[in-house]
């Protein structure tokens, strides 16, 4: 059984770029679940994806979007980075109804 | 929205003492409420959980209890060992949508665990 994996590990942008970070679900996982983990802080929802089509959203802009693809892998694009977007991002795969969140390792994102 | 406080936020016990973490949460809908083990540098995994229909739920030497009336659960640790040390988090969630708002939970800000040897 495959884990969720995320790429890339790390990376550092410069404020107003752009970044698409990349989430494999678990296998026989259909949903997929975005957070925001700053430092020293609990992870914060961002959005769900669930049927290819986002399933709730937390309270972040509209410049943070996703997709999630046929095989369930999904992406999370931020336009016009801000420095407070300096974060670890998780992505975490479930199935539907099953309640438990497997979550990847993260990637690490810094913006000078 | 929901609201999850959890305390404390540094917890330092000896090597197999019990250590207990507690959470509040605000939305009396919700009714999953997952416990979380973050280590350095990688993701957070999921320990154990309760839905609301339980009070307490056991797994070897980490338990969890749930008082719904009061709006609280709570995470016991017991005959701990160094490698218990790591953030621990809490989380809540409920049912609002078909089944696939699990996937929508609200976090605790963490508690810093460290076991001494």
């Known amino acids: 059984e495959t884990g969720v994996t995320q790429s890339p590990t790390h990376l550092i942008k410069t404020r107003g770029q752009q970044v698409t970070l990349r989430c494999s679900s678990q296998?026989?996982?259909?949903?997929v679940s975005w957070y925001q983990q700053a430092l020293g802080q609990g992870p914060q929802f961002i959005f769900q994806?669930?049927?290819?089509?986002?399933?709730g959203r937390g309270n972040f802009p509209p410049r943070f979007s996703g997709l999630q693809f046929p095989n369930y892998s999904s992406e999370l694009n931020v336009n016009a980075l801000e420095l407070d977007d300096s974060a670890l991002y998780l992505c975490?795969?479930?199935?539907?109804?099953?309640?438990?969140?497997?979550f990847g390792e993260g990637s690490r994102l810094t913006v000078l | 929205g929901e609201n999850v406080e959890q305390h404390p936020s540094t917890l330092s016990v000896q090597e197999g003492d019990s250590a207990v973490i507690k959470c509040t949460y605000s939305d009396s809908a919700s009714n999953y409420f997952p416990w979380y083990k973050q280590e350095l540098g990688k993701g957070p995994q999921l320990i154990i959980d309760?839905?609301?229909?339980?009070g307490e739920k056991k797994d070897q030497r980490i338990a969890v209890t749930l008082n719904k009336t009061a709006k609280h659960f709570s995470l016991h640790i017991t005959e701990t060992q160094p490698e218990d040390s790591a953030v621990y988090f809490c989380a809540a969630s409920g049912p609002r949508d078909g089944g696939t708002s699990y996937g929508k939970l609200t976090f605790g800000q963490g508690t810093i665990l460290t076991v001494h040897p």
């Open positions: 296998s026989g996982h259909n949903t």
């Open positions: 975490a795969s479930s199935y539907q109804g099953a309640g438990e969140l497997f």
């Open positions: 309760i839905r609301s229909n339980v």
């Open positions: 994806y669930y049927r290819e089509e986002e399933n």
